[in-house]
């Protein structure tokens, strides 16, 4: 799945639940769910630069 397709599954269930997607030792939320995981981990919401257009991110490291 793509950050695209993640905003775009976010959007059609009405920003009621947020996805997470593993990119190499971290989970990356996106949009309205970085916000949602900032609130809860304290993590801060970045803004990438993407040809499409800005994307806001939160991520955390994978932990065993």
Known sequence: ?????ILQQQESNGQTAFYLM???MFYHAY???????????GYRVLSKHRKGGDILTCYFPYVR
Not at 1 to 5: A, L, V
Not at 31 to 41: Q, V
């Open 22 to 24: 593993a990119v190499g």
């Open 1 to 5: 799945m793509t950050e695209k397709e």
């Open 31 to 41: 949009g309205c769910g970085a916000f949602a995981l900032s609130r809860a981990t």
